[in-house]
């Protein structure tokens, strides 16, 4: 894979994680898991939303490997996925370039 190619991609990469971040639920998702770890049930408990729209918005988040999941028995844990934001930093930081 040549640097255009490699560049690319990630950039696909990006605009995966950047729709997934375009929803206000979805954001305040991360911003709570920004915190620390937390289950379905204290996610639901902090949020106005129903079971199965978070399910969706956690699909979403974990589809573009926002969020990592760790299921304990029936309970699903939730956590950043802090490498995936890294390389969004990173991202914004080539874009950026020497600007001041």
Do not use: W
């Not at 915190?35 to 049930?41: D, F, Y």
Request: charge should be positive.
């Amino acid at each position: 894979m040549d640097k255009k190619q490699a560049f690319s991609l990630q950039q696909t990469r990006a605009l995966e994680a950047l729709r997934a971040l375009a929803d206000a639920n979805r954001l305040h998702i991360v911003s709570m898991l920004s915190q620390r770890e937390m289950c379905a049930i204290e996610l639901l408990q902090q949020l106005e939303i129903s079971q199965p729209t978070l399910s969706h918005h956690m699909k979403v988040l974990t589809l573009a490997s926002l969020v990592k999941t760790r299921k304990v028995g029936a309970q699903v844990y939730y956590t950043l996925n802090s490498a995936r934001l890294d390389e969004l930093l990173s991202l914004f930081g080539e874009l950026r370039g020497g600007l001041p």
